[in-house]
């Protein structure tokens, strides 16, 4: 009886040895609290990465738009286009998931340059799921044929 007594009290102990204790659980819990406060920022600054990817495109054809046009009515053609109409681009058309047509605009520097130099920036504003950081992006278009962007 006394064997049952003691090998019961063994199991006991080892039951309550495997487990764990208040203070080690709160320790867990402020590690995972600390990780995702840190990872929070990091993952929203990617989320405005990839809605600023779908801006970029958008202006890239606006900057492809504007070389065409500029091509199209030839060196000597002194006036530059004014509105996405006359680059091709219909009400709509440059609309997406984070952005609209209002986002965009454009100023073409000088259209008798080959290629022209020219301006596109967007400011996101008008949709409640468009991103916030940065501001706006800015691409411009230079006469040796290099583009820039900054936000």
């Known amino acids: 009886m006394v064997i049952k007594r003691r090998r019961s009290a063994i199991l006991l102990a080892d039951r309550f040895a495997a487990a764990f204790t208040l ?10 609290a600390i990780l995702a406060a840190v ?3 990091v993952a929203r600054g990617r989320v405005d990465a990839a809605k600023w990817s779908e801006g970029k495109a958008i202006m890239g054809s606006i900057a492809t738009s504007i070389r065409a046009w500029c091509a199209e009515k030839g060196v000597g053609y002194a006036t530059a286009p004014s509105d996405f109409g006359e680059l091709g681009f219909a009400t ?5 998931t984070y952005f609209t047509d209002a986002d965009f605009e454009f100023t073409v520097v000088a259209p008798v340059v080959t290629p022209p130099q020219f301006t596109v920036t967007c400011t996101p504003g008008s949709r409640a799921n468009a991103p916030t950081n940065p501001l706006s ?10 583009m820039t962007w900054s936000p």
């Open 137 to 146: 992006y800015t691409l411009t278009g230079e006469p040796d044929g290099t």
């Open 92 to 96: 709509g058309d440059l609309t997406g």
């Open 39 to 41: 990872a929070l920022p």
């Open 23 to 32: 203070v080690e659980l709160m320790v867990v819990i402020l590690i995972v």
